[in-house]
């Protein structure tokens, strides 16, 4: 939001010798004679050729290869400290003219006061919003408003909520009795069912 306090000196930059490298090759650690003469594959010493091959129907044999184990890898020399080592380059800084303090920064106007909320349950109430600097002062202030009405806010939202029960209730359907005549049909129906039931038993 400002413009930085101190810049990068243009006039100066990082001498050409300037060396960063904190290590470096060793000069006298000298790559072995021969070393690039040894191949990293070699022919398995173990293979032979199967005695049921023919030369004409599967063509020429070949030996199988495998890992040679005197293979080294691509030669590097040994590290050692650089004595030439200077360390990390630092560029220098210098104030920067155009760098401009704003006493005022912190300060802001605002004409309203929002809450951004997730809850599960509605019924959250914010009211007496205190804005300030002074604890004593807040805590007088919620005293005066919050202590003074709490216990009678929880009261009405019990209430509320009792009364929100209760409606729920009103509005669930009253399940019917049956007539007594359908009663007494149903149970004709029972009976002469048991009676056939029993004659399929005697027969």
């Given at each position: 939001m400002l413009k930085p306090k101190k810049i990068n000196d243009p006039e100066v930059s990082k001498p050409a010798d300037w060396v960063e490298e904190a290590?470096?090759?060793?000069?006298?650690?000298?790559?072995?004679?021969?070393?690039?003469?040894?191949k990293e594959n070699i022919v398995d010493p173990d293979a032979s050729k199967p005695e049921d091959w023919d030369d004409e129907d599967d063509g020429e044999w070949?030996?199988?290869?495998?890992?040679?184990?005197?293979?080294?890898?691509e030669w590097k020399a040994k590290r050692i400290d650089n004595t030439e080592?200077?360390?990390?380059?630092?560029?220098p800084e210098i104030e920067n003219p155009e760098y401009k303090e704003d006493a005022t920064l912190h300060e802001s106007t605002s004409y309203g006061l929002?809450?951004?909320?997730?809850?599960?349950?509605a019924g959250s109430l914010f009211d007496n919003i205190y804005v300030g600097d002074s604890l004593e002062?807040?805590?007088?202030?919620?005293?005066?408003?919050?202590?003074?009405?709490?216990?009678?806010?929880?009261?009405?939202?019990?209430d509320a909520d009792k009364a929100a029960e209760e409606a729920k209730k009103a509005e669930e359907p009253v399940k019917e009795e049956e007539p007594a005549a359908d009663a007494a049909d149903a149970a004709d129906?029972?009976?002469?069912?048991?009676g056939e039931e029993a004659e399929k038993d005697e027969l």
């Amino acid at each position: 939001m400002l413009k930085p306090k101190k810049i990068n000196d243009p006039e100066v930059s990082k001498p050409a010798d300037w060396v960063e490298e904190a290590q470096m090759d060793d000069p006298e650690d000298k790559k072995p004679e021969g070393h690039d003469d040894i191949k990293e594959n070699i022919v398995d010493p173990d293979a032979s050729k199967p005695e049921d091959w023919d030369d004409e129907d599967d063509g020429e044999w070949e030996a199988p290869t495998i890992k040679n184990p005197e293979f080294k890898g691509e030669w590097k020399a040994k590290r050692i400290d650089n004595t030439e080592y200077k360390g990390e380059w630092v560029h220098p800084e210098i104030e920067n003219p155009e760098y401009k303090e704003d006493a005022t920064l912190h300060e802001s106007t605002s004409y309203g006061l929002g809450f951004e909320l997730w809850q599960v349950k509605a019924g959250s109430l914010f009211d007496n919003i205190y804005v300030g600097d002074s604890l004593e002062e807040a805590q007088a202030f919620a005293k005066e408003t919050y202590e003074a009405n709490k216990e009678g806010e929880k009261t009405a939202k019990e209430d509320a909520d009792k009364a929100a029960e209760e409606a729920k209730k009103a509005e669930e359907p009253v399940k019917e009795e049956e007539p007594a005549a359908d009663a007494a049909d149903a149970a004709d129906a029972a009976d002469a069912e048991e009676g056939e039931e029993a004659e399929k038993d005697e027969l």
